[in-house]
């Protein structure tokens, strides 16, 4: 195949690919949907003792976000916060509280989850009601099923003048849950198929064009022309390739030969004639 029916092969390919069937699409995964937190409110009994407390039993309002559904092996992530109306024990600067609490499990796991709060980020006066912090914590459920989150101990810290304060608030063993959190089993990530192009398929057919090529074959050695070659007969002198002339050389020399015989007879007739 000579070059330019070779270039306009790899051509019409190119364009076959490009009309003809569509790139396969790379299938993804399927996202799994995230959780929407849900918000709680309700009402907790706590003990607190000094220096904030007075070790009477105290209601406290809790404000909870907590996930509607958790996943195994996913993390499940909660906040939350607890105004138990404490009062300020002195003046205390922004950054003087932290509050720490844990929130109990129980069903298909059980154990605590550790929530933890910044530091305050308002100054406090003597006898003003503590503004505390939002307290965050995560947990990575290990096994599905139904778990419960109960409303545990809470430690408010106050650090002030070089010293560590600590109030322990002991939560009433018979409070309420704050929510139930349904933990379901490891999602797997499935490819969305794709779909195969079929012959009712109703989407838009891609056009397909036709070609139509012409080659001109290439004579092989055993159909080019013959060449005819013309050989003079008695063979040319040169080689130049025309044909060579008749040779007159013989004819001249038969000739000389003849006017020499004649010159002869004539010189012997003279003699016989005029005897010298």
């Known amino acids: 195949m000579n070059t330019p029916i070779r270039l306009l092969t790899l051509g019409l390919l190119a364009a076959a690919a490009t009309l003809g069937w569509p790139a396969a699409a790379v299938a993804e995964p399927t996202p799994t949907p995230t959780p929407t937190p849900t918000a709680v409110q309700t009402t907790v009994n706590y003990t607190c003792q000094a220096p904030v407390g007075g070790g009477t039993l105290t209601s406290a309002r809790v404000s909870a976000s907590l996930p509607t559904s958790a996943a195994v092996n996913q993390p499940l992530v909660v906040e939350w916060n607890i105004d138990a109306g404490l009062l300020a024990p002195e003046t205390l600067p922004a950054g003087a509280l932290i509050q720490r609490a844990a929130i109990k499990l129980s069903g298909a796991q059980s154990g605590t989850i550790a929530t933890v709060s910044a530091p305050s980020t308002s100054a406090l006066s003597k006898g003003q009601a503590l503004a505390l912090p ?62 195969t192009p079929t012959s009712s398929s109703t989407a838009t057919a891609r056009p397909t064009a036709t070609v139509t090529v012409t080659a001109t074959p290439t004579p092989t050695p055993s ?9 003079p007969e008695g063979g040319a002198p040169t080689g130049g ?20 015989v004649i010159g002869i007879g004539l010189e012997i007739r003279r003699k016989r004639i005029h005897g010298y």
Do not use: R
Request: one cysteine or more; charged letters at 5%; hydrophobic letters at 45%.
């Open 223 to 231: 159909e080019a022309p013959a060449q005819i070659a013309v050989t």
């Open 241 to 260: 390739g025309g044909l060579a002339e008749p040779l007159v050389w013989p004819y001249a020399a038969a000739g000389v030969g003849v006017l020499f």
């Open 134 to 195: 939002v307290m965050k914590g995560s947990l990575t459920p290990t096994q599905s099923g139904s778990l419960t989150l109960t409303p545990g101990d809470l430690t408010i810290a106050i650090t002030h003048n070089g010293s560590l304060q600590q109030t322990s608030c002991t939560a009433d063993p018979a409070a309420a849950a704050l929510a139930t959190v349904n933990v379901g089993a490891a999602p797997t990530l499935t490819p969305t198929p794709t779909p």
